[in-house]
């Protein structure tokens, strides 16, 4: 499979706990980006990575995520001491380099979070 | 502020009825315009980019098109298969990669 992979697929979380979503790029691409998508609620941006580099956090809340794309393995978006309200669709995407049709992104089945 | 809207929210055609989804856009510079399929739990698929005013791109049967303040996705002759959310996103230029999303277009085929 040459897709976007992102695990788990559903993760469930009392409020308090730690939610560790992964996701794994496209063969060859090497941009990653992390989107929520709350109920009934559009895409939203949350932050663009390249190996080792965040570019832009500028859609990240300020307290309790964080996110990381180390030298070897996935992307890793962190919520620490979830909340009800972090109950979402979180989809990652990924991209090539470069100008052009390499701008183009390419999303994983998402990973649906559920706080209880 | 950059900025997508997309009408209508929903819409409702009979099969082989054909219409059109609207994406205006408001962005400080337009680097592209980007259309996505969504089915119910799953992620955004991608189908086109359009880069300059006056461009097209089609597939079967959508095509898109772009004026230098709106996106027209055109289905032709919908079938069942054709039921999704329909997003519209683009690309501002100094923006560094982000999408910025509309809030999508429920198209419903019925046979």
């Known amino acids: 499979n040459a897709g976007v992979m992102q695990n788990p697929r559903h993760l469930v979380r009392r409020r308090g706990q730690e939610a560790r979503l992964r996701c794994s790029p496209m063969?060859?691409?090497?941009?990653v980006y992390w989107y929520r998508q709350l109920p009934e609620e559009g895409l939203k941006f949350m932050v663009y990575?390249?190996?080792?580099?965040?570019?832009?956090e500028s859609g990240m809340p300020k307290e309790r995520f964080s996110a990381e794309f180390p030298k070897e393995g996935p992307s890793i978006l962190r919520i620490q001491q979830v909340v009800r309200g972090d109950s979402a669709a979180y989809f990652c995407?990924?991209?090539?380099?470069?100008?052009?049709?390499?701008?183009?992104?390419?999303f994983g089945p998402g990973t649906r979070l559920t706080v209880t | 502020e950059d900025q997508v809207t997309q009408s209508p929210e929903a819409l409702r055609l009979q099969e082989g009825e054909s219409s059109s989804l609207n994406c205006s856009y408001t962005?400080?510079?337009?680097?592209?315009l980007f259309w996505y399929r969504q089915d119910p739990g799953k992620g955004p698929e991608f189908l086109f980019t359009?880069?300059?005013a006056g461009e097209e791109k089609e597939k079967e049967r959508l095509k898109a098109t772009l004026t230098k303040k709106e996106s027209f996705l055109h289905i032709t002759a919908p079938k069942p298969e054709d039921s999704a959310t329909y997003l519209c996103?683009?690309?501002?230029?100094?923006?560094?990669?982000?999408?910025?999303f509309g809030a999508g277009t429920r198209l419903a085929v019925h046979p």
């Open positions: 359009l880069y300059s």
């Open positions: 995407a990924s991209s090539g380099t470069g100008s052009g049709s390499t701008y183009e992104q390419y």
């Open positions: 996103a683009v690309q501002a230029t100094g923006g560094y990669n982000k999408l910025i």
């Open positions: 990575l390249q190996k080792e580099n965040i570019i832009d």
């Open positions: 962005v400080s510079g337009l680097r592209g």
């Open positions: 063969k060859g691409h090497s941009h």
